[in-house]
């Protein structure tokens, strides 16, 4: 059974920085993309960043370019998302995901975890 | 980027009707549109890709269609337990964008 078990998430003030972890098993963690999607209060699904198998590759939201850090353990079967420069609006719940075998189109979520930015 | 637009943004309809939802892309993207449910205070699902491939254990009143920038979710007879929102979303290319969502509520 796969399971994706996020962690990390909480309260932080504007400007601030949360590292979140996605615990994988049940599945071959290095062969697969890796997603994050976040979703604020109320609103529609967003796309955050994605991983490739290897880690070689990466890719951002132009919202978060350059305030967010996307990475892998596959060692430990682990993904990450280091967010640094945190705003208001990137308040959000943030799910982690797992990209089945055509790459972006996701086939499981973990339960997600919150990040509230906010003084 | 590729912008998805689903219609309608809610709808109401009772069991055993046949819904539609459709989602249209701003460029073409050929077969590389999946579709989500997502209950209340819930993860997403994932229900369909390839724009016409149902995920393991969906229920076949589920189907999609479509290609290049317009497609459709369709539900053959509604069930209570689809009450939920549904989004599109595109993956031929980065970054990947989410339809804004169609709730779709039983009567």
């Known amino acids: 059974e796969v399971r994706l078990l996020e962690s990390g998430g909480g309260l932080v003030p504007p400007g601030g920085s949360l590292r979140l972890s996605c615990a994988a098993s049940g599945f071959t963690f290095s062969s697969y993309t890796m997603t994050w999607v976040r979703q604020a209060p109320g609103k529609g699904l967003e796309w955050v960043s994605a991983?490739?198998?290897?880690?070689?590759?990466?890719f951002y939201a132009d919202s978060v370019k350059g305030r967010f850090t996307i990475s892998r353990d596959n060692s430990k079967s682990t993904l990450y998302l280091q967010m640094n420069s945190l705003r208001a609006d990137d308040t959000a719940i943030y799910y982690c995901?797992?990209?089945?075998?055509?790459?972006?189109?996701?086939?499981?979520w973990g339960q997600g975890t919150l990040v509230t930015v906010s003084s | 980027d590729i912008q998805m637009t689903q219609s309608p943004s809610s709808l109401s309809a009772s069991v055993g009707d046949r819904v539609t939802i459709t989602c249209r892309a701003s460029q073409g993207i050929s077969s590389w549109l999946a579709w989500y449910q997502q209950k209340p205070d819930k993860a997403p699902k994932s229900l369909i890709n390839g724009a016409s491939r149902l995920q393991s254990g969906v229920p076949s009143r589920f189907s999609g269609s479509g290609s290049a920038t317009d497609f459709t979710l369709t539900i053959s007879s509604l069930q209570p337990e689809d009450s939920a929102t549904y989004y599109c979303?595109?993956?031929?290319?980065?970054?990947?964008?989410f339809g804004q969502g169609t709730r779709l509520e039983i009567k």
């Open positions: 979303q595109q993956y031929n290319s980065y970054p990947i964008t």
């Open positions: 991983i490739s198998d290897s880690g070689s590759n990466t």
């Open positions: 995901a797992k990209d089945g075998d055509s790459v972006g189109a996701v086939d499981y």
